[in-house]
């Protein structure tokens, strides 16, 4: 089994824009079967100087699926899999990063327990109602990341029909937040109907 041309894609732009650090905020995986072709993403996503780094989304909670698998996966393929945690990188960038609020248990106060600030402070996690309930007070980031809501997915004008579960007043794209201003991506994928309308898929950087 061999990746998708998405992926294909993703790896292409990522590598002609010789990005130093790739975060994948969630929904990456949904069945154990797609282990292999997870793999063969990893492998072709990390390079020799890049960290990359993931989160867990709603899909990775699916009950056929191993979290410590997951995470022995990433690791194989030198990824590490960040759980209501911090760590800093390169002694400049300092990640938080949760479990997702929606499928998962989120732990805002365990994430943000011995967070030590760098010169660049960022916050991952899956589901972006979430956003809202970081302590300004406890920490301010430069960026908050996060995804979940394909951006709708299937948008008529400005309406958006339908969003999944813990999308807050999230859609796509810049917000402010308490904690600072959070980018929520509308992906690469699809939820539950393989389509998308007026709502295009995108690789932020």
Not at 118 to 126: C, I, K, P, Q
Request: glycine share 8%; hydrophobic share 40%.
């Amino acid at each position: 089994k061999h990746i998708s041309l998405v992926e294909q894609a993703i790896i292409r732009e990522i590598e002609k824009r010789d990005v130093g650090l790739v975060v994948l905020t969630g929904d990456i995986i949904d069945a154990p079967f797609k282990m292999d072709v997870l793999g063969e993403f990893c492998r072709n996503l990390k390079g020799e100087r890049r960290t990359v780094l993931a989160t867990l989304g709603n899909w990775e909670h699916s009950p056929r699926l191993s979290i410590n698998e997951l995470g022995e996966k990433y690791r194989a393929h030198g990824i590490r899999l960040m759980v209501n945690e911090s760590a800093v990188f390169d002694s400049a960038i300092s990640v938080a990063a949760t479990d997702d609020a929606y499928a998962g248990n989120a732990h805002l106060e365990k994430t943000l327990n011995g967070f030590s600030a760098a010169t660049v402070n960022l916050f991952l996690t899956h589901s972006p109602r979430l956003l809202d309930h970081i302590p300004a007070s406890a920490r301010r980031f430069d960026l908050a990341l996060a995804g979940h809501t394909h951006g709708g997915q299937c948008r008529i004008g400005p309406f958006v029909p339908f969003r999944p579960p813990y999308s807050g007043r999230f859609v796509s794209g810049w917000y402010e937040i308490p904690a600072g201003r959070a980018y929520v991506s509308c992906g690469t994928g699809t939820s539950v109907f393989p389509v998308r309308i007026a709502c295009r898929p995108e690789l932020p950087e």
